[in-house]
């Protein structure tokens, strides 16, 4: 059963784009830093890459998760439409041990601002088209692999070649095909460095701007 929220006043949903390793994980928590816990709502897209219990494990590692294809789309967007309902909804739980989901599935809640995350979000236009603003977030291509290395190496169990070879055999062919153009959609470019503090601002401006005028809203009425 599905729950239902009131969060008729407003409703922001942010989209937050960016290639592997390029910080989106840490743009996000200095966005939402201010927020109350009740007042955002996270969907990262790694959430939702599909299902694959039909494949043995070694079928699984062999996946691209760097193409579109991987990634459930329909559920994700149907899971956004949802929550600007007002609905409460059942959030996959994706392992990177196992390459698949697992049983287990996460409650998440509607609220006044919902983030949506992920390389490969606004590959998709009924995905985009859904979302109030944009943001890219972007670092040298050196800068991201080296993340990326101690990412997989370090939480997801990978070995230094695995990652190696995926990166140059998949994620930088993938990121220049898919990744790279659709920094022409977002609103705002968000340099991952010692300089974004300027946008982030921005961001956080924008949300509180909007909480705002929805408080006022409310006195209103």
């Known amino acids: 059963m599905r729950t239902v929220i009131n969060n008729s006043f407003f409703m922001l949903v942010i989209g937050i784009a960016g290639g592997t390793g390029s910080g989106k994980t840490t743009v996000v928590n200095q966005i939402i830093q201010d927020l109350l816990p009740n007042e955002v709502t996270l969907l990262s897209q790694d959430s939702y890459y599909k299902e694959n219990n039909n ?70 236009r009924a995905l985009r088209d859904l979302m109030d603003v944009k943001f890219f977030v972007y670092a040298d291509p050196d800068e991201r692999l ?16 695995e990652v190696l070879n995926r990166y140059q055999n998949t994620l930088k062919p993938m990121h220049e095909q898919f990744i790279e153009p659709t920094k022409s959609y977002a609103d705002i470019i968000i340099p991952h460095d010692n300089y974004n503090s300027v946008a982030v601002n921005i961001v956080q401006t924008v949300i509180k701007e909007a909480l705002k005028n929805d408080i006022s809203a409310v006195k209103r009425k």
């Open 55 to 124: 494949l043995s494990y070694k079928e699984r590692t062999e996946i691209n998760f760097d193409h579109p294809s991987a990634i459930d789309f329909d559920l994700l967007i149907e899971h956004v439409r949802d929550l600007k309902q007002g609905l409460t909804i059942e959030q996959p739980v994706y392992s990177f041990i196992e390459h698949n989901r697992i049983s287990e599935t996460r409650k998440t809640h509607s609220s006044k601002v919902i983030i949506v995350e992920g390389i490969l979000v606004f590959t998709e």
């Open 146 to 161: 080296i993340r990326r290395l101690r990412r997989d190496i370090k939480e997801r169990g990978r070995d230094l070649d």
